[in-house]
Nanobody, 121 residues
Framework: QVQLVESGGGLVQPGGSLRLSCAASGFTVSSYAMRWYRQAPGKERELVAT????????NYADSVQGRFTVSRDNAYNTVYLQMNSLKPEDTAVYYCNALGLRADSYGREYWGQGTQVTVSS
């Protein structure tokens, strides 16, 4: 059974840090593009960070460039999002997403259930 389970969200003060985790089961993250999205109330879902298969490269939204870092631990089949210098506008539900790009998994897409991040004093 394929699952993505996010954890690590919570309440943090502006300027603080959080690390989100996305634990995958039922497939191997090293073969997938792994992405983090977020959705704030009343707004569309936004792509925040992408890690290509085998962690060949990473990409970030302009709004988080230099503050967020996406990484993988293939031994634990887990992807992380380190968030530093958090701002109130980072408040959102954060979702982990996996997208198959290789021939044996092309087009397959999985979503986690989301984890709430609230940045407030």
């Amino acid at each position: 059974q394929v699952q993505l389970v996010e954890s690590g969200g919570g309440l943090v003060q502006p300027g603080g840090s959080l690390r989100l985790s996305c634990a995958a089961s039922g497939f191997t993250v090293s073969s997938y593009a792994m992405r983090w999205y977020r959705q704030a109330p009343g707004k569309e879902r936004e792509l925040v960070a992408t890690s290509t298969p085998d962690a060949g490269s990473t990409n970030y939204a302009d709004s988080v460039q230099g503050r967020f870092t996406v990484s993988r631990d293939n031994a634990y089949n887990t992807v992380y999002l380190q968030m530093n210098s958090l701002k109130p506008e980072d408040t959102a539900v954060y979702y982990c997403n996996a997208l198959g790009l290789r021939a044996d998994s092309y087009g397959r897409e999985y979503w986690g259930q989301g984890t709430q991040v609230t940045v407030s004093s």
